[in-house]
């Protein structure tokens, strides 16, 4: 932003103090209008497109102090400079105190009013900016901007509208990729929060030592390294939201910790001896079945229910197979667009691959195999060569159950063929092949046990 977009607005009810100041200002190439009451700044506000006012503090009618409320009110970024012939410590303490930019007392002197002038406008400039901004990481987390049509991405997009606004503790569940940080910051976004910060913290990716340190703060020479005071993420997020991804990770005694600062509201820096109030939204996600983590003793209990005031799942992409072509269009133009490609689409072919493959990464995988197929295709349609492997042989997948239908195999036997070809196509990996089944390990493992004809221990 230009110093040249920043118009004045001089409020003054003395004609030639008015001229004065308009002159002075045109002179150094500011845009400048003149009026001479609160209620013409007020309408003039509404028509044209101002960076300053500039108004006397005692007028007839509305005075200068009402006018900067007013203005504030209704127009935030625009900058407010209140000026009068009877300025006291007092006067101008109230005035910034209103959010008045800054304060001039008459006789105004030409160099300080230009001085105090342009960096009103300057800040100006610079809360637009950070409004825009926000405008657009509003619109890039809105919850419209996570893709889907499907019944249960409905079901989500429907939670989201009605918890967001809550300060109530949320848990998103969901396998990875499926985009469960995406749904904390449209939850963060489209809430009372939107303005103060969200903090995103991977509880797997921090080394458990510095994980006290991290959420929490330290003091200085509270440990070796501990050169200085360190705010905490708690007091980052202040207002705002705190999102705790992969909190299965986090070590007991740190759940301890955490279960305390969301009852109490309250945290303390290590090394410290004093608390520190927090308002913070709490967020959690996890890929894995917390009930299962408690019951095996590895996740406190009296923590889940705190974090599990609500819980929002996202489904993975195998039940949402109808949202696959919305996903497959938006990855496509972004992909092009980043490598200056230009892509059509994919062909039917390709197209039912996609459509038949269990997706055991789900959203993830998805975009991660359209950005493969963009940067490999030789032409403007990618075809099922420019596919993956595992994802051409998803077709087979299908042809299981046509087969089956044909042969007339029971439920058990058809169970089986679909388990020892999802161990094949995820190459044995139990845990994700457990993943794509929709069934946790211990269950897999028994199938596995009953497969091979082999007595299974729940042990």
Not at 43 to 63: H, N, P
Not at 267 to 280: E, L, Y
Not at 289 to 298: A, I, M, S, T, W
Not at 404 to 430: D, F, Q, S, W
């Amino acid at each position: 932003m230009t110093e040249e977009w920043g118009a004045v607005l001089v409020v003054d009810d003395d004609a030639d103090m008015r001229s004065l100041l308009c002159d002075v200002l045109q002179g150094r190439g500011h845009q400048c209008m003149g009026v001479g009451s609160g209620d013409e700044a007020l309408q003039q506000l509404s028509e044209e497109d101002y960076a300053v006012v500039l108004t006397d503090l005692r007028m007839k009618g509305m005075q200068g102090t009402e006018l900067l409320t007013e203005v504030k009110q209704r127009y935030p970024d625009i900058g407010v400079i209140l000026m009068t012939a009877f300025g006291t410590v007092e006067t101008a303490v109230d005035a910034m105190r209103h959010g008045a930019s800054d304060y001039l007392t008459k006789p105004v002197k030409t160099e300080e009013l230009v001085r105090v002038v342009e960096r009103a406008i300057r800040e100006a400039a610079l809360r637009r900016e950070v409004s825009r901004l926000r405008k657009e990481v509003h619109k890039e987390y809105s919850f419209h901007q996570i893709l889907g049509k499907s019944k249960p991405m409905q079901a989500v997009f429907d939670l989201i509208r009605r918890v967001a606004d809550s300060p109530t503790n949320v848990l998103i569940t969901g396998e990875s990729g499926t985009g469960k940080e995406l749904v904390a910051k449209a939850i963060h976004y489209n809430s009372d929060r939107r303005d103060a910060p969200f903090v995103p913290v991977n509880c797997a990716a921090i080394p458990e030592q510095l994980l006290e340190s991290e959420l929490f703060g330290h003091m200085r020479g509270s440990f070796t390294d501990a050169k200085v005071d360190k705010r905490g993420l708690f007091e980052e997020a202040q207002k705002g939201t705190l999102f705790l991804d992969e909190i299965s990770e986090l070590p007991l005694m740190l759940q301890a910790k955490l279960l305390r600062a969301i009852q109490e509201r309250e945290i303390r820096r290590v090394g410290a001896t004093k608390s520190i109030p927090v308002d913070v939204r709490i967020i959690a996600a996890t890929n894995l079945n917390l009930v299962d983590e408690v019951k095996n003793k590895r996740f406190r209990e009296d923590f889940y229910y705190r974090l599990n005031v609500i819980e929002l799942r996202l489904p993975p992409l195998r039940e949402r197979r109808e949202d696959i072509p919305i996903l497959v269009d938006a990855f496509l133009k972004k992909c092009a667009s980043a490598r200056g490609r230009q892509v059509k689409g994919l062909s039917e072919p390709a197209l039912a691959m996609l459509a038949d493959y269990a997706w055991p990464g789900n959203v993830r995988e998805l975009e991660n195999v359209i950005e493969r197929a963009v940067t490999l295709s030789h032409g403007d349609i990618i075809g099922a060569e420019d596919l993956p492997i595992q994802v051409q042989g998803a077709r087979g997948d299908r042809r299981i159950l046509d087969e089956a239908a044909e042969r007339t195999l029971p439920l058990h036997e058809v169970e089986k063929e679909y388990i020892v070809k999802i161990l094949e196509k995820t190459g044995g990996n139990k845990y994700q092949a457990a993943h794509v089944l929709g069934i946790d390990r211990k269950t897999l493992y028994r199938k596995l046990a009953e497969i091979e004809g082999k007595p299974h221990s729940d042990a």
